[in-house]
């Protein structure tokens, strides 16, 4: 069987989970519903990272000891995955005890490439990374404006990072390795400019992985991070390599640089694709709990659905690129393609088969649905082409209806409402790695499976009965 592993990022557990998140989750979740619907054995990853100094701190903030604060804020980001139908397999915490014994295994094995050596530099404990001079904007880091960065001298052990750079520009020469292009580009220019070693312990710091050759040092969070998708890449990992990490793009660094130069150094194969997405705002504002605006998955899905915040997000961002959440777009995408499209046609077409009934025919609709289009968009991450292009068939199923009449009583009648109610079990197959709740309600009222090969194979149900209504529309 064909495998397929698709792994997030591991989020920071020191500050709840928000849309920005979820932004991510979503866009995995439909890759790994995708090569499920295709055959494939899907692994989809995901977890928190619970050590480091901004974690030690916020306990602290909570009165809490570090495991207490991690383990309460683990289950919030299970939490908000749950409401929104994230449907990853397993859950990592780098707190679990199979992962810290991995990290330790993994630094035994590159001990070659580690060193003793003194680090004196800026540290910014909101990325938990080391920035040099020329990193830095007005003498902050670009991710966190407005925060002091630390200076830092202590005793460490260095990664030796510098010496893989010609090993890495020769991987960047794979056209898929980094995507979208324009994040490649960036990152190749800074590896060509040169590589500084990696200091990988902490050593005035407890909350964290001890160092195997130094009882006196823990790993560096990050360092210990990244492994978690070896680690938690199944028994004697058996999903490895990945085929995609999806990741935001204050990430880039650490995942096209750092970690590729760790496989190598440990003898591992390298995973197919690091897909860096763009950020999201919100309603026009940075997300962020200064300006108080962080609002949990739970209260969204609530109020909107769990379908509707996938779709709109699915819909309306290009992936690559930075975008804006605003409920006003939200609701519209909603009333007009959920409801009015999708919605309409579902109730319209099982309440016209309710009334005349439905006779078996060749569905010749069904050859206007570009199906191979579609795939080659989801597999190059332009779901919301993919996506319009469905939606493309749904307004071809609604003028049919109306270009025919259906609602009239007429000979032909139940032959025609065969084939619109046949292409909505196909547009209900293809939409369930979007909306999966709206597609699997479907699929009951229809009788069919959700499975690929079931696209083309006519619908085998008698008596249908009117669907419920799918989506009400918003104000
Ligand atoms: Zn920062």
């Not at 197919?272 to 739970?298: A, D």
């Not at 409402?417 to 999966?436: G, H, M, N, R, T």
């Amino acid at each position: 069987m064909k495998k397929f592993y698709v792994t997030t990022a591991i989020d920071y557990v020191n500050a709840e989970p928000h849309i920005g998140h979820a932004y991510q989750k979503i866009i995995a979740d439909v890759l790994a519903r995708w090569y499920r619907l295709k055959g494939f054995e899907v692994f989809y990853l995901t977890g928190t990272d619970e050590h480091g100094q901004k974690i030690s701190e916020s306990a602290k903030n909570f009165g809490l000891s570090e495991k207490e604060f991690v383990d309460k804020m683990s289950i919030k980001f299970k939490e908000a995955w749950k409401c929104l139908n994230i449907s990853y397999d397993r859950f990592i915490r780098t707190t679990d005890k199979d992962h810290e014994i991995f990290v330790q295994n993994f630094i035994k094995k590159i001990k070659k490439d580690i060193y003793k050596g003194k680090y004196s530099g800026l540290y910014c404990v909101g990325c938990e990374r080391f920035y040099t001079e020329k990193d830095l904007i007005n003498g902050e880091c670009q991710f966190h404006p407005g925060k002091k960065l630390e200076i830092f001298e202590e005793e460490t052990y260095y990664f030796k990072l510098s010496a893989y750079r010609k090993k890495l520009l020769n991987l960047y020469k794979k056209k898929d390795f980094i995507l979208p292009i324009e994040r490649k580009n960036e990152i190749v220019s800074r590896v060509k400019e040169g590589l500084q070693d990696l200091s990988i312990t902490r050593k005035n710091l407890k909350w964290g992985i001890a160092f195997p050759f130094d009882k006196g040092h823990v790993v560096y969070v990050w360092f210990d991070a990244l492994l978690n998708y070896l680690s938690g890449s199944g028994k004697k990992q058996k999903f490895w390599p990945a085929d995609v990490h999806l990741l935001g793009k204050d990430n880039g660094w650490f995942h096209a640089v750092i970690w590729p130069a760790m496989l190598i150094a440990a003898n591992y194969k390298l995973p197919k694709t690091v897909f860096i997405h763009g950020f999201l705002t919100f309603n026009g504002q940075k997300i962020s709990k200064t300006l108080g605006n962080v609002i949990s998955p739970e209260y969204l899905t609530k109020k909107y659905g769990s379908d509707s915040i996938r779709y709109y997000i699915l819909r309306n961002f290009v992936l690559g690129e930075d975008g804006d959440f605003s409920e006003k777009s939200l609701i519209e995408r909603h009333n007009n393609e959920l409801a009015n499209k999708f919605g309409n046609l579902v109730t319209r077409i099982t309440s016209l088969a309710e009334k005349f009934g439905i006779e078996k025919t060749k569905n010749n609709l069904l050859k206007n649905l570009k199906i191979k289009e579609i795939e080659k968009y989801i597999k190059s991450y332009s779901f919301d082409k993919a996506l319009n292009e469905i939606f493309s068939f749904i307004d071809l199923c609604n003028e049919y209806i109306q270009k025919n009449k259906l609602w009239e009583a007429k000979k032909e009648n139940k032959k025609q409402i065969y084939q619109v109610l046949d292409s909505v079990k196909a547009i209900s197959i293809l939409l369930w790695p979007f909306i999966p709740e709206t597609s699997e309600k479907i699929a009951k009222t229809l009788k069919f499976k959700i499975k690929f090969e079931n696209i083309k194979k006519p619908i085998s149900i008698k008596k249908v009965k009117k669907s419920e209504i799918l989506f009400k529309k918003f104000n």
